[in-house]
Structure formats: structure tokens, C-alpha cells
T-cell receptor, first 113, second 112 residues
Framework: DAGITQSPRHKVTETGTPVTLRCHQT?????MYWYRQDPGHGLRLIHY???????DKGEVSDGYSVSRSKTEDFLLTLESATSSQTSVYFC????????????FGPGTRLTVT | AQSVTQLDSQVPVFEEAPVELRCNYS??????LFWYVQYPNQGLQLLLK??????LVKGINGFEAEFNKSQTSFHLRKPSVHISDTAEYFC??????????FGKGTMLLVSP
């Protein structure tokens, strides 16, 4: 299995509070991604990174920001959590952009009350 | 722009029966196609992929898929399913430059 960990694995927070999710990899892969998974929507890309300090927006980036200061860590921040951000969040990594085989972390279940 | 349509949200099947999960895509350029599987409370793992070459692709756990360019399809098949195949299956497409686009998933429910 690819070395990807996510923390925390579960979190309950209140509306309006900031939340940061962490993705850590030990594979030294260049690309890292954050997705959210919701019933009936599949996986939707929030943000991705193609190198240290290089990030770009995905399909559903509003309300989220990311940072990548080291190759191995990719942080997702909800500046002010809303109930619509209750979801399961997955981090993924890939070595190149050519084949796009992505390896997924175990997920973080976030509940915003 | 690229998109993926998984025509069935749920497919119930009996153990040892064959199954086909349907996937259609749209893309204006070359495509790379993937099937991922997600077991309950886990992340996604790659089942198989089509990058180029033979249109029949074999993956893990006895699954295979066929790339059909004229019908823009990449259907997943297994000749005989097991209870342990119960999971959600996602089709995904990439043009090799932009990011992966996933379908909404098909839940495969295998019963005895």
C-alpha cells in the first residue's frame, strides 16, 4: 500500500470554526490532491498540488484553502466551517501527470454541526 | 471538458453470477480510463486502467474492462462475482494533462 496517512480520521466541529486536515505521504510523489465524497456526487476535486508551494483549484474549491510547504505534507483548511462541508475527505497522490494513477488515503470523516 | 457517466447507481446480483458495470465518457482529446473500487469505510484502490494498446484490460480480483472508442465506453465485467466483491465502483477519465474526473459511482450488491 502507498504510504499515505490522513489526520484526524474523524472530526466533529461547530459551524464557523476553522478546521485543518492533514495529508502525509512517504512516497515522495510530486502530485497531491484533496477530494470530497458525498452520496450521489462521487468524488469531487477540491484542490491539488503539483509541487511544493504550487497549488491549483479544483471543481469545488470555494470555502477551502490548501498549503504545501514540504513534499510530504498537504494541508486542507476550512477557514469557517459550514454544514455543507460535512463530508468524507480523501487525499490522493500520484507520481506523474501522464498516467494519472492516483493512490488514496483512508479518508477523514468531518461533521459540521 | 471531460465527463463520466455511470449509468447505474446500484447493481444487485447473486453470487457466482456475471456482472457488468457500465461507464461512458466524453473527452475531446486522448483518454486514459480507470476503474477504482471502494470497500466500506476505506479509501479507493485501483482496479485496472487503460492507457493505450489492447482494448481489453485485465485487473485485480478477476475484473476486466473493454475500451470501446466508437461507443465512448469502458464497461467493467466479471464472469462470476463473490460476496466479497460488494463495494462501490468508480469509473474515472483523464486526458493526461488535466486532473481525473470521476463518475458518481455504482454500488455492487452481491447476495447469496
Amino acid at each position: 500500500d502507498a504510504g499515505i496517512t490522513q489526520s484526524p480520521r474523524h472530526k466533529v466541529t461547530e459551524t464557523g470554526t476553522p478546521v485543518t486536515l492533514r495529508c502525509h505521504q512517504t512516497e515522495n510523489h510530486r502530485y497531491m490532491y484533496w477530494y470530497r465524497q458525498d452520496p450521489g456526487h462521487g468524488l469531487r476535486l477540491i484542490h491539488y498540488s503539483y509541487g511544493v508551494k504550487d497549488t491549483d483549484k479544483g471543481e469545488v474549491s470555494d470555502g477551502y484553502s490548501v498549503s504545501r510547504s514540504k513534499t510530504e505534507d498537504f494541508l486542507l483548511t476550512l477557514e469557517s466551517a459550514t454544514s455543507s462541508q460535512t463530508s468524507v475527505y480523501f487525499c490522493a497522490i500520484s507520481e506523474t501527470s501522464g498516467t494519472y494513477e492516483q493512490y488514496f488515503g483512508p479518508g477523514t470523516r468531518l461533521t459540521v454541526t | 471538458a471531460q465527463s463520466v457517466t455511470q449509468l447505474d447507481s446500484q447493481v444487485p446480483v447473486f453470487e457466482e453470477a456475471p456482472v457488468e458495470l457500465r461507464c461512458n465518457y466524453s473527452s475531446s482529446v486522448s483518454v486514459y480510463l480507470f476503474w477504482y473500487v471502494q470497500y466500506p469505510n476505506q479509501g479507493l484502490q485501483l482496479l485496472l486502467k487503460y492507457l493505450s494498446g489492447s482494448t481489453l484490460v485485465k485487473g485485480i480480483n478477476g475484473f476486466e474492462a473493454e475500451f470501446n472508442k466508437s461507443q465512448t465506453s469502458f464497461h467493467l465485467r466479471k464472469p462470476s462475482v463473490h460476496i466479497s466483491d460488494t463495494a462501490e465502483y468508480f469509473c474515472a477519465v483523464s486526458d493526461g494533462y488535466s486532473t481525473l474526473t470521476f463518475g458518481k459511482g455504482t454500488m455492487l450488491l452481491v447476495s447469496p
